[in-house]
């Protein structure tokens, strides 16, 4: 009898045991910035459903698809630390352009199917296409602007790329760009002389009509 018992609460125990690690490992946590798809590792299928952070049951053999949803920085930059290089790009009258830029930007986890199409559309190559995205974006609104319009309207021209991005990102990729800095231009060598020449020049004819007002208030005042 007694030992009857003994295999009895064996026998329970080993299931409680068993349901205990089932149903642990059919559980998954996703982090405060991050969401999710729900994987099936056994039919390799997605669910339709974005997971938020939190503990969730998603069942035996399954993972999550994570995607970060806080602000990620891309730099087109020089610097050795720099996402990408500098975008060469051309004004509207055919100058070519060196462009330093940033752009923050994040997952739009306020469409609850974007999560979805991102996985579905470009699976592994999602940061790859959202870059190129980005980079003919902003090449196709530099076309719009002479080369001397980057310098008398660089503040509309970064709110314009800014704009563009924005909507045509979002439109692509289901990414939202949130922040946009033009940081520098660098120009060909001989355009950067002409313009600093140009400056020059304008500071020579400033100066000689400060002097040429003197001058004549001085010829007046003796007169």
């Known amino acids: 009898m007694a030992r009857t018992f003994v295999i009895i609460c064996s026998i329970v125990s080993l299931t409680a045991l068993v349901t205990i690690i089932l149903v642990a490992c ?33 069942g035996l053999g399954h993972g999550f698809q994570r995607y970060d949803i806080k602000l990620t920085t891309i730099e087109f930059s020089g610097e050795p630390d720099a996402n990408l290089p500098m975008i060469k790009c051309r004004t509207s009258d055919g100058l070519e352009l060196d462009l330093e830029a940033s752009l923050q930007y994040r997952v739009n986890a306020a469409d609850e199917h974007a999560i979805f199409k991102i996985y579905t559309s470009y699976g592994p190559n999602e940061k790859a296409i959202l870059n190129r995205v980005i980079l003919d974006v902003i090449s196709d609104t530099a076309t719009l602007y002479t080369s001397n319009d980057f ?46 020449n140009t400056e020059v020049m304008g500071q020579d004819i400033h100066t000689a009509d400060a002097e040429y007002s003197r001058e004549e208030v001085k010829f007046i005042t003796n007169v």
Request: net charge neutral; hydrophobic share 35%.
């Open 26 to 58: 059919s559980m998954s946590i996703l982090g405060y910035n991050e969401v999710g798809l729900n994987y099936s590792n056994w039919f390799k299928t997605v669910e339709d459903k974005t997971y938020r952070h939190g503990i969730h049951f998603i």
């Open 151 to 196: 310098f008398t309207r660089r503040t509309e021209i970064q709110a314009q790329m800014k704009a563009d991005l924005k909507s045509k990102v979002i439109q692509s990729t289901f990414h939202e760009v949130v922040y946009f800095q033009l940081r520098s231009i660098s120009l060909p060598d001989l355009f950067e002389n002409e313009i600093q």
